[in-house]
């Protein structure tokens, strides 16, 4: 076990390096014709911490050379509601063909929500509350979904569907990862999301030392759950002292499944 001395030399001198994960997903009955589908993920960004400035401004100037189709972002952008005001120009340099997208989380609050909204819409990032968008493409499309934060009880998937017809693409943007237990009775094709951090500190042998509400079945990584593909993020940003699941921004292509 690391001692005390230990841990603060990995929180305060030494902190991970954030790490671009390119991963491919290959999720049921996804279309041949949308195999290739680039999306940029970035969650858990934590801003007004000064610890996140700098993952933060690592992952956008990522995004900036990967160019993915598009790009999401799984909520919690703040701390503090003082990091508000500068959220939109922090974020004013994304931008993606198909577009960015945002759902909220646990730490943009319950009053402050809808300051984070109009803020990220400055930066012309739309946020998804238990709504559809059809994102079109030249071979066809498919629905993308915003979970709203299930911590503060936002969350409604009926809303969320509401004017989605059956069947066709659907994927899902929810921070809590655990919602996915839902999603695959919605015949949702992927989830992204977020939250856990991917448990803080991982240690050998025993796995993530702590977990939040909503983020303890699936902490980490790709998960299979019925016909829905989850994919969970480690976050950009969150407290500095992390063992063994350094912070990340992710690249993630579609191709088609079984």
Do not use: K
Request: with cysteine; hydrophobic share 45%.
């Amino acid at each position: 076990m690391l001692g005390t001395a230990g841990l603060g030399y990995l929180a305060l001198v030494e902190p991970p390096r954030p790490v671009l994960e390119r991963v491919t997903l290959r999720p049921a009955g996804w279309p041949h014709a949308l195999a290739g589908l680039r999306i940029g993920q970035i969650s858990d960004l934590h801003l007004g911490h000064h610890y996140a400035e700098a993952n933060v401004a690592w992952a956008i100037a990522a995004m900036q050379r990967e160019r993915p189709d598009m790009i999401v972002l799984t909520g919690d952008f703040i701390a503090f509601a003082d990091a508000i005001p500068t959220l939109g120009a922090r974020l004013a340099g994304l931008s993606a063909p198909l577009g960015v997208y945002a759902v909220l989380g646990n730490h943009d609050g319950d009053a402050e929500a809808r300051d984070v909204v109009t803020a990220l819409g400055h930066a012309g990032i739309v946020v998804l509350r238990n709504q559809s968008r059809w994102i079109a493409v030249p071979a066809g499309g498919f629905w993308l979904l915003g979970l709203d934060d299930i911590w503060h009880g936002r969350d409604d998937f009926a809303v969320m569907l509401a004017g989605v017809p059956p069947g066709g693409c659907r994927v899902l943007l929810a921070h809590a990862p655990d919602v996915v237990d839902l999603a695959a009775r919605h015949q949702i094709a992927v989830q992204l999301s977020g939250h856990t951090h991917g448990g803080q500190l991982r240690l050998p042998r025993i796995g993530p030392f702590s977990l939040p509400r909503h983020g303890t079945r699936y902490p980490i990584g790709e998960y299979r759950v019925g016909p829905t593909t989850l994919y969970v993020s480690r976050g950009v940003a969150g407290a500095p002292l992390r063992l063994g699941c350094p912070p990340e921004a992710t690249v993630i292509t579609l191709m088609g499944g079984a």
